[in-house]
């Protein structure tokens, strides 16, 4: 559930498609929701006009610019401003929450007995893992600041989080070893954006018969 979203695109004219006029065009935003990372796709308000980084509230109750939140988009129909806009994004959100990650960084524990949730960072192995939990046991990290000066050979550490999240947005890659597990983010399969959304009636498919 998400109540707020960072605008990541925004088309006032619609997508482009063939055969439309333009009076049959509707405004449309592309966005990312603060908490889970939602990829949204959302309806303004009319005559309102929306910023890209801009901050809106889609949860219940008034809303100020969106009308209504059309559906959850996958990565792969975001548009090329979104694609390139997402990376900056990201790690805008993780900042403005830093007592979220740094909480998670805390208190994240092991997958099994070979896999640790701290290596699923990209640039973690098990020599900054051990850096980590050892500093950390010693006392809590209070900011990424804080991460930086007590672990100084680990990578940014937001910009870490930050290809994580990516990583699990990305629904064009596949999700194998690492890449399957979800830390920060949910599904969010939906419709696309046409507003159709990938049809499934639990019907098996027709399998050839030698």
Known sequence: MEDNAIILD???LGYVKENMSTFKKKPVAQAIGTENFTLLELIPQDESELEIHENV???AGKRDKINRVKGKLDF???TATSRIEIDYVIGEIIMAHEDKYIKWINEA???STRLHKLELLPGIGKKHMWDIIE???EKPFESFEDLQKRV???TDTVASIAKRVKMELNTTQPKRGK???RVFTQVSRGPGPGGKGRKNKGKPRNRRRD
Do not use: F, H, Q
């Open 10 to 12: 925004y088309l006032p």
């Open 57 to 59: 509230y889609i949860g």
């Open 76 to 78: 792969e129909n975001l």
């Open 109 to 111: 524990g092991p997958l």
């Open 135 to 137: 500093a950390r046991e």
């Open 152 to 154: 100084p050979l680990l």
């Open 179 to 181: 890449n399957k597990y």
